[in-house]
């Protein structure tokens, strides 16, 4: 005689609570992971595009020769950059490194590198490798002649 097991709505009492339950979490993180990230990638783009806007400002406009001087117009380009974005704070933003560099060839002259450094905190810090005390430290470098 053989027997046919059957399910009966009463053994499956609860199965969905608890497969709920175990993918909540994962599925959270998941979500929370794309918009942390989401989040760097748009101050990637920012603090890059202030970087270019701070080496062609010292390029083509007529520059202090002053390092200080250069270094505190650099600084307000950059914040100004900064302030266009919603999700950077300026405080967070380091103080831009700004050299001349020779471009190799004197047909091609010399250039203006510039260096920018931002802390950006997280929200979710652990969906990001690399993040430090809940802050993610990103770099931009710009070489403009």
């Known amino acids: 005689m053989l027997f046919k097991l059957q399910a009966t ?19 959270a993180a998941f979500l929370f992971g794309i918009i942390q990230w989401g989040l760097i990638i748009s101050a ?15 390029t083509i406009a007529t520059a202090p020769s002053d390092a200080g001087q250069q270094v505190s117009v650099a600084t307000l380009i950059a914040q100004q950059a900064l302030t266009t974005s919603a999700n950077m704070d300026i405080n967070h933003l380091a103080t831009p490194v700004i050299s ?26 652990i969906v990001v490798p690399g993040a430090q005390n809940g802050s993610l430290t990103i770099n931009a470098n710009t070489l403009m002649r």
Do not use: C, D, K, W
């Open 9 to 27: 709505p009463h053994s499956q009492r609860g199965a969905s609570l608890v497969e709920f339950a175990i993918s909540l979490p994962v599925l």
């Open 44 to 58: 990637n783009i920012t603090l890059h595009n202030a970087a270019a806007l701070v080496a062609r400002q010292l």
């Open 100 to 125: 001349s560099v020779s471009l190799g060839s004197a047909s091609l002259g010399s250039g203006i590198s510039v260096s920018l450094s931002y802390s950006m905190p997280l929200f979710f810090p």
